[in-house]
């Protein structure tokens, strides 16, 4: 009798350790996935005490597409989803062959840079189909671009996607409007999207049917074909925001000499030194891979200690979201 006691108690004994240990290991989960999901989030957004970086990520939602091909998947493309792709509301990788590691979508076109034209086309036809109406705007970018997005968002803001414009590095050669620089990356709204997709690309008269061609000009002549806006992406100060070098070429006067294209071909007067740059900067083009880390620290990590940031209001220059005519 005093042996089945005894054995019932140890029984009790077991269980209840057994209870108490699930507990904990429960408990020791809980806070590890809590801590393991603050850490991430701490890396997406920007430290912000108004949260404004995740009120625009809401408000004004961009699907990011970068222009790449095989050979890069693994030497560019999937070091751009580790930094800046991330902080797109959605970011896709548009190439000649499948890659399910970096979600790489296979285009029907021949591989090879004097195709990026056919490429391009194909591109913005995959989005219209598949996610014109679930983002506001559509920016394009190559492999080797360093993209600040919440200041993309913060330029974007003031204007509804449902108006025909488009922004990027403005040039204004060959058409007369001017045309974006396919390099530092172009932003197309929703509407620029829809014509160009439902009438220029049907029309021969409205766009390039050829499959080789200058991927941004091209663009461009389709763009003032169908009254879509090339819109002025700079900033109250007139300083520019998508540049198609690396920093350091811009402030520094040494590196871009005074015969060079970018010059001549910058639709608005563009200066070199430390006054070169807006501080909304939104674009480099020309970043090598291990250069996009570098720019994530400084941008999102790097704090001068005593020194507090401070942010432009958002209705700083427009009140209320307006359309920019065009039909």
């Known amino acids: 009798m005093n042996l089945t006691k005894y054995l019932i108690t140890v029984r009790q004994t077991h269980v209840a350790l057994i209870t108490f240990g699930i ?16 850490t991430v989030v701490k890396v997406e957004v920007p430290k912000d005490g108004n949260c404004v970086a995740e009120k625009l990520f809401m408000e004004v939602t961009v699907l990011c597409w970068v222009l790449t091909y095989p050979t890069n998947h693994r030497q560019k493309a999937s070091h751009i989803q580790r930094t800046w792709g991330k902080r797109c509301n959605k970011l896709l990788f548009m190439s000649t062959e499948t890659d399910d590691e970096i979600g790489a979508i296979k285009l029907p076109v021949t591989e090879g840079r004097e195709y990026l034209w056919a490429k391009t086309k194909e591109a913005i ?22 993209v600040i997005v919440e200041n993309l968002r913060f330029m974007l803001r003031p204007y509804a996607s449902e108006s025909p414009i488009y922004f990027g590095c403005k040039f204004k050669p060959f058409v007369k409007q001017g045309y974006m620089g396919g390099g530092p ?21 409205l766009c390039l049917a050829d499959d080789e061609g200058s991927e941004d000009i091209e663009l461009g002549k389709c763009m003032e074909n169908i009254n879509v806006t090339a819109g002025d992406s700079r900033d109250i ?3 520019g925001r998508f540049f198609p070098f690396p920093p ?24 070199a030194g430390v006054n070169c740059c807006s501080h909304n900067a939104i674009s480099f083009h020309y970043i090598d891979p291990e250069d996009l880390y570098v720019l994530d620290y400084l941008i999102y990590e790097l704090q001068p200690y005593g020194i507090n940031q401070v942010n432009d209001p958002l209705d700083m220059r427009i009140v209320e979201r307006t359309s920019v005519t065009g039909d």
């Open 23 to 38: 507990f904990i290991g429960f408990s020791f989960n809980f806070l590890f996935e809590t801590q393991t999901f603050r």
């Open 125 to 146: 036809k995959y989005i219209y189909k598949h996610h014109l109406n679930d983002y506001d705007w559509f920016l394009k970018v190559d492999d080797d671009t360093y």
């Open 185 to 205: 990356g172009y932003v197309l709204s929703r509407e620029a999207v829809r014509r160009f997709v439902e009438i220029a690309l049907p029309n021969k008269e």
């Open 237 to 239: 100060n007139g300083k």
């Open 248 to 271: 350091k070429h811009h402030l520094n006067p040494v590196w871009i000499g005074s015969d060079s294209w970018y010059w001549n071909y910058s639709y608005y007067e563009a200066s």
